[in-house]
């Protein structure tokens, strides 16, 4: 075989394969487009066969304000303190001021 057959073989095998793969994820979106329209037309019908709508419930009351407790952190801010200065690889926490602790609105860790 020479050189320029090797590459063509490569080149048919390579859009072989690529044609195939685009063929087959075209047709997984009509799939997905065709099942998306066949729950929408069952959810439809599902919400014209129910009873009507009920009265709006009445607004609920506030809840009460809970205030925090405050409390002495000294041993949080100790732990915390320890914790950076290990993190910065220093045994001494001589150089470190905690100026303030806030609690994060985000809890998305």
């Known amino acids: 075989m020479s050189l320029s057959n090797v590459f063509l073989n490569a080149l048919s095998n390579t859009l072989l394969g690529m044609g195939t793969v685009f063929v087959v994820l075209i047709i997984i979106i009509f799939v997905i487009m065709l099942m998306s329209k066949a729950v929408r037309s069952i959810e439809g019908k599902g919400k014209e066969k129910e009873a009507p709508a009920a009265p709006a419930p009445a607004p609920a009351q506030a809840a009460p304000v809970i205030e925090e407790e405050e409390t002495d952190d000294l041993e949080l801010v100790a732990v915390i303190t320890a914790a950076v200065a290990a993190s910065m690889g220093s045994s001494s926490t001589d150089g470190f001021v905690v100026r ?5 609105k985000n809890r998305n860790w």
């Open 100 to 104: 303030s602790i806030k609690r994060a």
